[in-house]
């Protein structure tokens, strides 16, 4: 068990954003201001989150509590192993990610808009990381929710708008459902809703209530995590502009229903507990079917962000199996999942957006010859398939190979065969691209037109984060070691 | 076993950054100056070959050391290490690597692409120095991998509708192996706990057999995709006539011969040869390979196509190597090794002549060779005396292997399958000494004799395609007549049969 | 520093490659080059002559050099020191001789470099110390010798080479596996015995067997003699005569080897058979039916070069026939009668018969010809050749005071002293065979002599010169050497054949005691002589060589259709294994061509499921029908495409001679074109297609999209025609780049796209022609009143099909009879109802959770 020390890191990093959000809103419609706020409230968020890894690494969790309306029920925040892993990616990654939304979001209107709400949604999801209890998750999962939808129609157009409100209809909803599950736990458990003791919901609880409340909690936030059959609503969100895009699919949003997963499984019911009932086997098979299924849907797709979108779904269901094997290697797998997807998605979408600002092409088949006008672009973009087909020393294969070895040890050895063929699946939609994209004869010889430096450097930075996740990912501080310190702590080991 | 202090040191390291360095370097290929763009890129494959060198020596002095990089997992290193059998290896690729890039310069001179071909090809580079020092079951695959997937655009090069199709093909079977092999590796390491190469594998006696059995059977399928042990071998005849000729030499001199190096190390370092002998898997590995070996060559025997030809040349010899690797026993495993090395040599040569004959007189087929001796006689008497070192006609390095390996098998208590051995290499007869005679004494075709320069001293080819060929059959026969030497490829086989194989 | 005996040994071996070197680099055929050969030959002889005198006390001397996997071992003995003489002399007289013979070759120097590279070969094999070193020498040997037999480059020495290349390879691997079985059982190192083990007897079999059969096919023993006579008769005289008169010597040698390294009983072990005298007596067999076989086979043939040939395997089978003897005598003091007449029966064999190929080389090289039916009545213009060839024909057929008269005593006794069984008294069956394969040389060699050089003059032959001074040189040389040692037999048998007779273990007291002229064996020789005249006699009166003998009796045929057999399996094997790897590439193609179909489909089916959903305004009807029409086209294109490619691809396997990377291009530019082209139609076609529409909105789009695929299927043939027409052009050599652009214009001419739609529409498009003003003829094939579904269960099945078509994409179309217009609105219908019911769903579910909630408390 980690050692609680009292510390007011853990609120400042989501208030950070929060208060750059609302500097952005007052002053946003100036642009020297907006890109000053953002990035400056980028780096010192970071530099918070980064600050509290060292002691995360050595078993501290940094705990700050300040309001409680009824007895169990407030808000606080504790910096633990896990929280620290989703923390520090989406922390890092907006940094990287504002760059990139102000280089592409250049001449676009409303961005005070914008980039007030892309700091709110920052905020919220650094918030929910390290929230201490299933309430302040909750409400800051709702709060991640409704940000982000200003982002999503950030465009307008009525597609956008479709768009919107189908994503509000689903993420709501999944909200109601999650709403009722924390209240039937504080029901349950007798007022408690602290995560850090292993589960919250007692062992004597009847295995049919167990159920529901299972059920409830991974569907509700199962909906965020776009588990197949209730993945609608992330394609369909595609319209939004790539940095959201790369934010939502890869960071924020669908990390924020995984991590509400994990903490389900390890916060809320404990290992233990449901290691006796059946409830995680059927959470596992609904995850490898949504993992073959959306590469399958990846692989019928034109349109480069809604292959994005399929693959998606697809990788996020690795955290669900992973979490559901209730085996170390696999829970390891499933937390530096959060990390390594998040990586390698936004490493693609970067690379796409690039392509869509730079050469207004959005369709796959459109793309002959890319590779050799923006080679450096394609590069990364290519790093990052190789990664996501598990090519050992890239971030996806500390995943891959977590999980096979995870799914040996359970005794589940079509864990393994689902890796291989998600593998295979990854690179039967990968490579055609890369393939289209360097070596597909082309008449004439496109004259090199790389993005423009703020679209480019970005999406470059990703891709050698990509190489470092695989290579030197067990660093002290690195996803990998954090996951080992979280999954040690939930396994009681 | 020393562990080097310093793993900056390490030439080993050297010998794998360098390509890549030299990969880096080439992505600026059109901005290198023209003169001196060979030189720098040249650099990297020959400076490897001398690390390699200077790693060989230091195995024969009997040092071996490891250096660990990075740790990828827990109790999981990017590690490097040098052994004999490695150290082979490593020699093997650097210096045919430093012959086909001189080759390629000549090869490539006109293709518009040749910096992409540059790059992907040191990439491979590294990717096959890695294999060769590799010190665990995860370095090994991650550089494995690094090659295998790199080497689809250097068949995909050309761009013709045949190489899509052969690479696309190529890229499905290697994406297949790869996850076997993933599948493999994750299976082994869940068993034992441990991703180091282990004299006598690092499966323990307590393994439950069938967690044994499915770790050999995925890692060895999946290694025999690349070593094109049948019924896994369909790409190997079609990428080998679609990918530029210094890369077919490559492929088939060292990278299929990579995926054979894979199945010795995890035949006698990860599953270990009790484990297979106890459940019987060494003897199926070897009648697999026994059919390999004899039915490809049968099949070379109709083919037209000169590269399509040694292709299935290259899938029966590469069965030999399986073969010898699978009686585990250090005699056949010491053929086993040296054929490695003398297949490279021998074949790498026999793929630089078909490419020279394919490009500069748009030779491609057996049936248009007539005759073509006249026009290019030092190109077809390297390939004439290749030809007779594969078939394995004394003293050049063909023989070598086939009398260590059959001494090996005797010895090994398997001499059924000399007949194998003995069959393959009078079925290599059949099918490469016609494409000899018919360059000698074949009628030339009046088309062909209207569109070729005449015959002159100088007139064959550019020398960088020329030097790299007479070098090669220089090599084929000095791999034969002082195979006798201390240092000799043979001698570091022993080494490295007798560290695999001899602590049973 | 290698003491002057062991350089002289390695000179015996090193100077003949030295002097092929030096004349490979002289080249020409100037007489610095002709020097050289000579030079180099006889300096060979030179050295093999200057070891006589120091070299009698110090055998065995051996010398070792690193190579290849250890080291090479050359052992100089007595025994091998007389070969070593032998070779280097014959190969001397061989040289001289065949500079004037190859005078007018372009090849000579060639020739020259092969003789030498191979003498020195052959020293290797004569020298060797060891298995491994005497297998190399006698690999090398062997191959080099394939230049001599392929030398003339004609057709016929071109299959002879092929044949000889066949079975030098083949003994090459037996002898392989022979030499490695010897190693494993524990032997090799050197020449000597190998000590029997019993566990090994059976691998000692073996190894024995592969050996004696890997020997035996160079030293043409029978059933595997095959390549001789062809090889023989093909190559050049002086390759002839080394062929015949060494080379082949050196099989026997080696089968000679193997029965002293692995036959040999050893002391106190008792085995069922005797090893040494099962061995002996095949070999005995073997070489009697060869002796009888070669003589018979010789007296049918028309060319003196083949009737030589045969003659020399005949020889060879007297030489394999003693070894068999001494073999199966093993204990006996008479065996050494057996081995002595063998290895002296090597000695003179090799003189005579290389005397008398080369006569038959200057008889060629004058008269023009070997045939012995153009051939006749030399003796006038070719007397010195006869007078070599009559001294040669005395040698080998035995006769008193010639060197064959000796061997064949020798051999004589041996037999006799291994005859099994007596019949008519002192004669028997071994021993008859041995004086009728006697009576036959007899005959054989003067048919040949009388053929051609007695009798008429044949005309065309008058003005034949005789040999040259130089080819002469070599034959006299030759012949002056078989009359040394006939007249003084007893100082070579003494001297040399004794001592390693001895050396091989045998005792020698026989020998010793050996009288040569005794009644008992000048009686045989005319006995010999008397067959021979009588067999001529007859032979002149039924003339053999007219005989028909089956060709199933030839082993030659059976050579021939095993090879094309062979070649059958590996075409069969080939098309088995290709078929494995095309289905695989088809395999290959075809998932990845449906699955970009599929993303075809599914994204159609998307927009139009939006466009129909989501907007759901009636005026979007006329713009699902245009996509339909475009998405129907652009299939056909496709297609097309895949079409006119698998064609060109097709027509391009079959075509036999297709320059390389054109194929590729060539099927590239059929797919350039054929795209452009199909393009073009498909642009038309939407144009005609969507005024067609327009004047018919409601009822049409069946109709028009039959009408546009079979209008497709016309073009696709049109198309597939003339790449056709191309592929055929190209298969005759044609540039068929410049016609691809004609194809492109007459494709777009002939496409009678309204034509075919007019044949494929109702009569009311026909009258008014598919540009015409909007028909006014309303369908009768309309959809009844409602169309919505009535049932519940067709709503039930919508859904179904939208759920499975949303997760398969492979089927677009719900319901193929159903009306377009009702199946929108259903979609329509569905996708809102689907929309809905989610969050009802969710709602519903929220209910019962709650519901169970409060129960549960």
Avoid at chain 1, 354 to 378: D, F, H, L, V
Avoid at chain 3, 445 to 459: D, E, V
Avoid at chain 3, 630 to 644: F, G, I, P, Q
Wanted: glycine share 10%.
């Amino acid at each position: 068990m980690p050692v609680e020390v009292w510390d007011i890191r853990p609120a400042l990093a989501p208030m950070v954003s929060f208060v750059c959000a609302l500097l952005v809103f007052i002053g946003g419609s100036r642009a020297g201001w907006r890109r000053f706020w953002s990035m400056s409230a980028a780096l010192l968020k970071f530099i918070i989150v980064a600050s509290m890894l060292p002691g995360t690494v050595g078993g501290v969790a940094y705990t700050f509590r300040f309001a409680e309306f009824a007895p169990g029920i407030g808000i606080g925040f504790r910096a633990d192993a896990l929280g620290m892993a989703f923390a520090t990616v989406s922390s890092l990654l907006w940094v990287v990610a504002t760059v990139y939304s102000i280089g592409y979001m250049k001449g676009e209107r409303s961005l005070g808009r914008f980039f007030g709400f892309f700091a709110l949604c920052v905020s919220a999801t650094v918030a929910l990381a390290l929230a201490e209890n299933l309430l302040t998750l909750f409400i800051f999962y709702e709060v991640l929710t409704i940000s982000a939808y200003p982002l999503v129609v950030h465009d307008e157009t009525p597609e956008a708008l479709r768009a919107g409100r189908t994503y509000f209809t689903y993420t709501l909803t999944g909200g109601g459902v999650i709403l009722l599950g924390i209240a039937m736990t504080y029901v349950v458990s007798d007022g408690v809703l602290a995560f850090g003791h292993n589960g919250i919901v007692p062992p004597d609880t009847t295995p049919a209530v167990l159920a529901i409340l299972f059920v409830m909690l991974t569907l509700g936030f199962g909906v965020k995590a776009a588990i197949m059959p209730l993945h609608g609503w992330l394609p369909r969100a595609m319209v939004a502009p790539t940095p959201v895009s790369a934010l939502l699919h890869a960071v924020a949003v669908v990390k924020a229903g995984a991590f509400g997963v994990v903490r389900t499984v390890h916060d809320v019911f404990g290992v233990e507990l449901l290691r006796q009932t059946w409830l995680p086997d059927a959470l596992a098979y609904l995850a490898a079917f949504t993992i073959i299924a959306a590469s399958v849907m990846a692989l019928l797709q034109d349109n480069l962000k809604r292959r994005l979108a399929y693959s998606t779904v697809s990788q996020l269901s690795y955290v669900l199996l992973g979490i559901a094997l209730l085996n170390p290697w696999a829970a390891v797998a499933a937390v530096v999942h959060i990390a390594n997807q998040a990586v390698q998605k936004v490493t693609m979408f970067f690379a796409a957006g690039a392509i869509q600002r730079t050469t207004g092409k959005t369709n796959i088949s459109e793309m002959s010859g890319i590779g050799r006008r923006m080679p450096a672009t394609m590069g990364a973009f290519g790093v990052a398939a190789l990664g996501f087909t598990g090519m050992p020393l890239l971030a996806g294969f500390i995943s891959k190979w977590h999980m096979s070895v995870g799914g040996f040890d359970s005794g589940m050895w079509w864990v393994a065969l689902v890796m291989a063929a998600s593998a295979l699946l990854n690179a039967a939609y990968w490579f055609p691209m890369l393939y289209l994209a360097f070596f597909k004869p082309v008449s004439e010889e496109p004259t090199l037109g790389e993005a423009r430096p703020s679209l480019l450097y970005p999406t470059l930075v990703c891709a050698v984060l990509v190489i470092l996740l695989g290579l030197v990912s067990d660093l002290p501080g690195m996803p990998l070691s954090i996951a080992r310190t979280a999954v040690a702590q939930a396994f009681g080991m | 076993m020393s562990v080097h202090s310093n793993s900056l040191l390490s030439p080993a390291l050297w010998a794998v950054l360098l390509p890549l360095a030299a990969a880096c370097l080439s992505l600026l290929y059109g901005r290198l100056p023209r003169r001196g763009r060979f030189l720098l890129l040249g650099t990297a494959p020959v400076a490897s070959a001398l690390f390699a060198a200077i790693l060989v020596r230091g195995v024969l002095a009997g040092s071996s050391h490891e250096i660990r990089l990075v740790r990828l997992m827990p109790d999981v290193y990017l590690s490097l290490r040098v052994d004999a059998a490695g150290a082979l290896f490593g020699l093997s690729v650097a210096v045919l690597w430093s012959f086909i890039f001189v080759f390629s310069v000549g090869y490539l001179r006109d293709d518009r692409y040749a910096g992409r071909y540059h790059t992907f090809s040191m990439l491979c580079l590294a990717g096959l120095m890695g294999v060769a020092y590799a010190g665990d079951l995860i370095t090994f695959l991650a550089f494995y991998e690094l090659f295998s997937i790199m080497s689809y655009a250097l068949i995909v090069h050309e761009g013709t509708s045949s190489a899509i199709a052969a690479a696309r093909k190529y890229i499905v079977y290697i994406a297949a192996g790869g996850s076997l092999l993933v599948m493999g590796g994750a299976l082994a390491f869940s068993a034992s706990g441990a991703a180091d190469f282990a004299a006598g594998g690092v499966l323990g006696p307590g393994t439950p057999p069938t967690t044994a059995t499915g770790a050999a059977l995925l890692l060895i399928a999946g290694f025999g995709v690349k070593a094109a042990l049948f019924p896994l071998h369909g790409w190997v005849a079609d990428a080998h006539p679609a990918a530029p000729a210094p890369f077919s030499a490559a492929l088939s001199g060292v990278m299929v011969a990579a995926g054979t190096f894979g199945i010795v190390r995890v035949v006698y370092e990860v599953v270990g040869a009790r484990w297979l002998a106890v459940l019987a898997i060494d003897r199926g590995l070897a009648a697999v390979a026994a059919f390999t070996a004899i039915s490809a060559a049968v099949v070379a025997i109709k083919q037209d196509d000169l590269k399509r030809r040694l292709a299935y040349s290259t899938v029966s010899q590469m069965a030999y190597i399986t073969l010898g690797a699978s009686l585990l026993a250090p005699g056949p495993l010491t053929g086993a090794l040296v054929h490695i090395t003398n297949h490279a040599s021998m074949k790498g040569c026999l793929f630089l002549c078909a490419g020279l004959l394919a490009r500069n007189a748009g030779i491609t087929r057996v049936s248009q060779m007539g005759g073509i001796a006249r026009r290019f006689p030092v190109t077809m008497a390297a390939f004439t005396l290749s030809a007779l070192a594969l078939i394995g006609i004394p003293p050049l390095a063909g023989f070598v292997s086939k009398w260590v390996l059959g001494y090996g098998m005797l010895d090994a208590g398997a001499g059924g399958y000399l007949v194998v051995l003995l069959g393959g290499a009078a079925l290599a007869a059949v099918y490469l000494l016609p494409v000899v005679r018919i360059a000698y004494l074949g009628e030339p075709s009046e088309e062909r004799e209207g569109s070729l320069a005449p015959a002159r001293p100088g007139n064959e080819a550019a020398p960088s395609m020329l030097a790299p060929i007479v070098a090669l059959t220089a090599i084929t026969a000095l791999l034969g007549i002082a195979a006798f030497a201390d240092g000799s490829a043979l001698s570091l086989a022993r080494l490295a049969a007798e560290s695999l194989a001899g602590s049973r | 520093m290698p003491s002057p005996m062991t350089a002289l040994v390695l000179a015996l071996v090193g100077l003949p490659f030295a002097g092929a070197a030096l004349v490979g680099v002289v080249g020409g055929a100037g007489r610095q080059r002709d020097a050289l050969v000579v030079a180099a030959s006889s300096a060979t002889l030179v050295a093999a002559v200057a070891l006589v005198p120091v070299a009698s006390g110090v055998y065995p001397l051996h010398v070792s050099v690193p190579f290849l996997l250890a080291e090479a071992t050359l052992t100089l003995d007595l025994f091998a020191h007389l070969l070593t003489v032998v070779v280097a002399f014959v190969w001397t007289c061989c040289a001289v001789h065949s500079l004037d013979y190859l005078r007018d070759d372009d090849d000579s120097s060639r020739f020259h470099v092969t003789a030498l590279a191979t003498l020195g070969a052959t020293m290797g094999v004569v020298l060797a110390g060891d298995l491994v070193t005497l297998f190399l020498a006698f690999e090398l040997m062997g191959l080099l010798a394939y230049l001599f037999v392929v030398h003339k480059r004609t057709g016929k020495a071109e299959r002879a080479a092929a044949k000889y290349l066949v079975l030098t390879i083949a003994s090459g691997f037996l002898l392989l596996a022979g030499v490695l079985l010897t190693f494993h059982i524990g032997g090799g190192d050197s020449l000597a015995p190998v000590p029997f083990q019993e566990d090994t007897s059976a691998l000692r079999w073996l190894a024995a067997a592969l050996l004696v059969l890997g020997f035996g096919v160079k030293a043409g023993m029978l059933p595997v003699h095959i390549w001789l006579p062809d090889a023989h008769s093909v190559a050049p005289s002086p390759a002839s005569a080394l062929l015949s008169g060494v080379l082949i010597k050196t099989g026997a040698y080696g089968i000679l080897r193997t029965l002293y390294m692995l036959l040999v009983p050893a002391e106190g072990i008792d085995l069922s058979v005797d090893p040494s005298a099962a061995a002996g007596l095949v070999l005995l067999v073997v070489g009697l039916t060869g002796a009888i076989a070669g003589v018979a086979i010789a007296l049918a043939q028309d060319d003196m070069k083949r009737m030589l040939a045969y003659s020399s395997i005949s020889q060879i089978g007297f030489v394999i026939a003693g070894l068999g003897a001494a073999a199966y005598l093993t204990g006996d003091r008479s065996a050494a009668y057996g081995l002595s007449g063998s290895l002296y029966h090597i000695v003179n064999h090799a003189l005579y018969k290389a005397a008398l190929f080369l006569g038959a080389g200057a008889v060629l090289k004058n008269a023009g010809t070997t045939e012995l039916r153009r051939l006749g009545g030399l003796w006038r213009s070719m007397p010195k050749t006869l007078t070599v060839m009559v001294v040669a024909t005395a040698g080998i057929t035995g006769l008193p005071l010639l060197n064959g008269f000796v061997s064949k005593s020798l051999l004589h006794h041996a037999v006799e002293a291994a005859e099994p069984v007596r019949l008519l008294g002192a004669i028997g069956p071994f021993e008859a065979a041995f004086v009728l394969a006697g009576g036959g040389t007899v005959a054989v060699l003067a048919k040949l002599l009388w053929m051609t050089f007695g009798g008429p003059a044949n005309a065309g032959l008058k003005k034949v010169a005789d040999a040259s001074p130089r080819m002469l040189a070599g034959m006299v040389a030759l012949s002056a050497a078989m009359l040394a040692i006939g007249w003084a037999p007893l100082v070579l048998l003494h001297s040399t054949i004794t001592p390693a007779v001895q050396g091989f273990g045998l005792d020698p007291s026989v020998l010793v005691s050996y009288r040569q002229f005794t009644w008992e064996h000048a009686g045989f020789s005319l006995l010999a002589l008397a067959m021979g005249a009588a067999i001529f006699a007859l032979d002149a009166r039924v003339d053999v060589s007219r005989a028909r003998v089956p060709r199933w009796a030839s082993i030659d045929y059976w050579y021939d259709r095993s090879i094309e057999a062979g070649l059958q399996v590996a075409s069969l094997a080939g098309t088995r294994y290709e078929a494995h790897i095309v289905s695989t590439s088809r395999a290959i193609r075809s998932a990845s061509a449906s699955a970009s179909l599929m993303r075809l489909r599914w994204r159609r089916a998307r927009q139009r499921a939006i466009a129909t959903i989501v907007e759901g305004s009636p005026d979007r009807h006329a713009a699902i029908v245009f996509q339909h029409i475009s998405d129907v086209l652009e299939d056909d294109r496709v297609a097309t495409v895949e079409h006119a490619v698998a064609h060109a691809e097709e027509r391009q396997r079959e075509a036999p001679a297709c320059p390389g990377r054109g194929c590729d291009e060539y099927i590239d530019a059929v797919r350039d074109i054929v795209d452009y082209t199909a393009w073009r139609v498909r642009n038309d076609r939407i144009a005609t297609a969507t005024r067609m529409v327009r004047s018919d909105p409601e009822r049409s789009l069946e109709a028009v999209e039959i009408a546009l695929r079979e209008a497709g299927d016309r073009t696709r043939e049109t198309i597939i025609a003339a790449v056709h027409d191309l592929a055929l052009r190209r298969m005759a050599g044609e540039n068929v780049i410049p016609h691809m652009s004609t194809l492109v214009v007459r494709i777009l001419h002939s496409e009678d796209f309204a034509g075919n739609i007019a044949r494929t529409m109702p009569p009311g498009w026909h009258t008014q022609g598919p540009l015409g003003p909007s028909p006014t003829v309303q369908p009768d094939t309309s959809p009844s009143a409602s169309p919505l579904p009535r049932t519940l269960g067709a709503w039930i099945t919508d859904i179904v099909q939208l759920v499975v078509a949303a997760f398969t994409r492979e089927r677009t179309d719900w319901g193929e009879d159903r009306p377009e217009q009702e199946r929108i609105v259903t979609l329509r219908r569905v996708s809102n109802a689907v929309t809905r019911d989610l969050d009802l769903a969710l709602s519903i579910m929220l209910v019962v959770l709650l519901a169970v909630l409060l129960a549960a408390r």
